[in-house]
């Protein structure tokens, strides 16, 4: 069965400071992997996502992921947070039948001024 | 990107009556829908799966008569929280694919928070 970790349930960072939220992913094959965010009471958004090819996925809102097989990860970076990056963020993955995502327990995002 | 859009997006009943919910693909044809629910704080749970012109699939422990699941056209899935309970408050996501190819984006409704009380 496919799971995904989100290993960080909180996370601060000032703004302008660089972001990293991990992700780790269990799956038999190769995965589809997506980021969302959410902000309160709304539902969605997609970040990025990684099917195949270059392991360096650039996505919108400046963030950007990369998949390392190595270590079944699909960590999301931003160079500088702005404050209205404060939301929750979640890692999913897909199976190969495509009928199923399995999100991460989420990584809820502050921003400090 | 495509649109995917729930109604209503709060609701608030007595406990024992029925709240249906809607999700509807505004631009694009979905065969396939999917219905989450989250509950405070915690991450998407799916409940199941809605096809279009079929049975839904349900996941383990979730009850089929309790939130019944209905895709009538290609456009429109409904879930309907029967009979619901304060602990049935939560808020429930759908999503639809594009067509039926699994490399494509899952779009969300913007979600229902239903408050049961």
């Known amino acids: 069965a496919q799971s995904v970790t989100q290993p960080d349930i909180h996370i601060t960072v000032s703004e302008g400071a660089s972001l990293e939220l991990r992700c780790n992913y269990s799956?038999?094959?190769?995965?589809?992997l997506f980021w969302y965010v959410q902000s309160p009471g709304q539902g969605l958004q997609l970040l990025l996502k990684?099917?195949?090819?270059?392991?360096l996925v650039q996505g919108i809102k400046g963030f950007e992921a990369e998949f390392k097989r190595s270590q079944s990860s699909f960590n999301l970076r931003k160079p500088s947070v702005h404050w209205s990056d404060a939301a929750e963020y979640f890692c999913a993955v897909l199976n190969n039948a495509g009928n199923m995502l399995t999100f991460g327990g989420g990584t809820r995002l502050m921003v400090k001024p | 990107g495509a649109v995917v859009s729930q109604h209503p997006s709060w609701v608030i009943c007595k406990s024992g009556t029925s709240v249906k919910i809607e999700c509807r693909s505004l631009d694009f044809q979905a065969t396939t829908m999917f219905w989450y629910r989250q509950f405070p704080k915690q991450s998407l749970m799916l409940m199941a799966t809605s096809n279009e012109g079929s049975k839904a699939t349900y996941e383990q422990g979730v009850e089929k008569d309790k939130f019944l699941i209905n895709h009538a056209s290609l456009t429109l899935s409904t879930l309907t929280v029967t009979s619901a309970h304060p602990e049935d408050s939560s808020f429930y996501i759908c999503?639809?694919?594009?067509?039926?190819?699994?490399?494509?984006?899952?779009?969300f409704g913007q979600g229902t928070r239903l408050t049961v009380v």
């Open positions: 990684y099917f195949s090819g270059d392991t």
């Open positions: 799956y038999g094959a190769t995965p589809y």
């Open positions: 999503s639809a694919r594009l067509g039926g190819n699994k490399n494509t984006e899952a779009f």
